[in-house]
């Protein structure tokens, strides 16, 4: 759980963040503490700013004016990467979000960091990798608000982590584990969030981490004997040939059942090392309900017409 007793200075690049996003940036920001520091940089004289202007004291943020002093320098950067380093000489907050999709923040965000310093990302999926990974934790506001640019960039494509690279760092996970492959829920969320300073389960359309694991074909998601959520690796060759063996003894069997003590026996027989701890089961009967296609009655495993 965050410690939401932390000092937070907001920094805000309007050259690149658009008011649209201004509540999403909020609500992210009150699982992480208070923003004590609420700052916008920007040329205020320019029209295409004044989106701004309409949120701004609803939401007290201060507006810091940069003139463009020369034409096709970015003077609003210089002027935010400033602020911020004298925000952290004054030691007066602990966590720096600095919310904008441009890369030149890079730097000033391994700087914070390397000042011990937290810092929180936001832009939107577009945003370069070097910038998200430079911070401790990125949010793509595009896709956590669901509202996109009208005119997106020319070019431009998601930097979102790739499921595929997610499953796989998991199976790494799962490979490098003892008993049975498995590996608390919390571990490996806090895992893949050091790995990949951008991963939330929302990016890729659910609200809970576990609905997310469970997504995935390559490994599942089992309650242990601790009452703990936990992930196992699917195994799946393995386990469709032993739910195919069980469902060929209920075919051949009188009336289509058997007693769930004779199916472990005849799966011990049949696969010598075979262990339901293996796939995550405290029981062969939970094991046993799991398999599409059976139910247990009883003490009998049933084939369903």
Not at 21 to 41: A, H, M, N, Q
Not at 83 to 99: E, K, P, Q, S
């Amino acid at each position: 759980m965050e410690n939401t007793n932390r000092n937070i200075a907001l920094l805000i690049d309007s050259d690149n963040i658009s008011p649209r996003y201004v509540e999403t940036v909020f609500d992210e920001l009150k699982s992480i503490g208070t923003v004590t520091v609420k700052r916008i940089y920007g040329d205020w004289t320019r029209d295409d700013v004044k989106g701004w202007k309409t949120v701004l004291p609803e939401y007290a943020i201060q507006p810091m004016q940069q003139f463009a002093n020369t034409v096709g320098k970015n003077s609003t950067d210089s002027a935010m990467i400033i602020d911020a380093m004298d925000i952290l000489y004054r030691d007066t907050v602990d966590v720096f979000c600095l919310a904008s999709s441009d890369s030149d923040f890079t730097r000033l965000a391994v700087r914070l960091r390397e000042s011990g310093k937290q810092v929180v990302g936001m832009g939107e999926s577009k945003t370069p990798k070097a910038f998200v990974n430079a911070c401790d934790s990125f949010r793509y506001l595009d896709v956590l608000s669901g509202k996109t640019d009208d005119e997106p960039a020319s070019g431009a494509e998601s930097s979102i982590t790739p499921r595929l690279q997610i499953e796989e760092e998991i199976l790494s996970m799962l490979s490098r584990g003892e008993a049975g492959s498995r590996v608390l829920i919390s571990v490996v969320k806090e895992y893949l969030q050091r790995k990949f300073p951008d991963f939330d389960e929302r990016n890729y359309g659910f609200s809970k981490f576990s609905n997310f694991l469970k997504s995935f074909s390559s490994f599942r998601v089992v309650l242990d004997g601790a009452h703990n959520l936990c992930l196992c690796e699917e195994r799946s060759v393995r386990r469709g040939e032993i739910e195919a063996f069980v469902k060929s003894l209920l075919q051949k069997s009188r009336g289509k059942r058997l007693n769930i003590g004779e199916v472990n026996t005849r799966l011990t027989e049949r696969f010598k090392d075979f262990s339901v701890k293996a796939y995550g089961y405290r029981q062969i009967k939970l094991f046993l309900s799991d398999i599409d296609g059976v139910e247990i009655e009883d003490c009998d495993l049933v084939l369903r017409d």
